[in-house]
């Protein structure tokens, strides 16, 4: 379903900082739940973020900086949550330092992110018991998606043919002008 900007503005603020970092990325980037929990500090650079989809061993992309301070603003607030927790190379880690998932020798994630889902898990509870509908962590890659215009939608999401990425990702009702006043 599509999580209107409202929606996803009042669910942040309910969130925990760790979680109110990952949505403004994920936001932000489009990127799968595997792959920004896989992001790591080596990966923030002086041009951007260098991350890849892991799923479809797409080339690497670099998400530049904006000039609203939106992905530097997730990244701070990244670091942030996590700087009483034992160092991680990992943006996103467990109170150990461990990342969420692990990767093998062919660099696929492996295993299932079963902490930061409970965490997921417990914000939705909340988030439902206060009155609101039900979304799924997956929406919010839709809504990256259906925010912005179709041709920037295919390359947030990686896909390599804008009908995948209109069938799947685009899920903001269209407005319809019943008269346009000829």
Not at 60 to 80: N, Q, V
Not at 88 to 115: C, I, M, N, W
Not at 145 to 172: I, W
């Amino acid at each position: 379903r599509y999580v209107t900007d409202e929606e996803f503005r009042a669910f942040r603020e309910m969130a925990s900082p760790k979680l109110q970092a990952y949505l403004l990325l994920k936001e932000a980037t489009g990127l799968a739940k595997q792959d920004l929990l896989l992001i790591e500090l080596s990966d923030i650079k002086e041009d951007g973020l260098h991350a890849r989809r892991r799923k479809t061993k797409s080339k690497p992309k670099i998400y530049a900086w904006d000039t609203d301070g939106i992905l530097h603003s997730g990244i701070d607030l990244a670091r942030s949550a996590h700087r009483s927790h034992i160092g991680s190379r990992y943006l996103f880690h467990t109170r150990q330092g461990k990342p969420y998932y692990f990767v093998d020798e062919q660099g696929h994630a492996t295993g299932k992110p079963e902490a930061f889902d409970s965490m997921w898990q417990r914000l939705m509870s909340k988030w439902v018991t206060a009155g609101n509908e039900r979304f799924t962590e997956h929406d919010i890659r839709a809504k990256a998606a259906s925010d912005t215009k179709s041709e920037h939608a295919q390359e947030l999401m990686d896909h390599s043919t804008k009908e995948m990425t209109e069938k799947v990702y685009r899920r903001k009702p269209k407005v319809v002008h019943i008269n346009k006043g000829e």
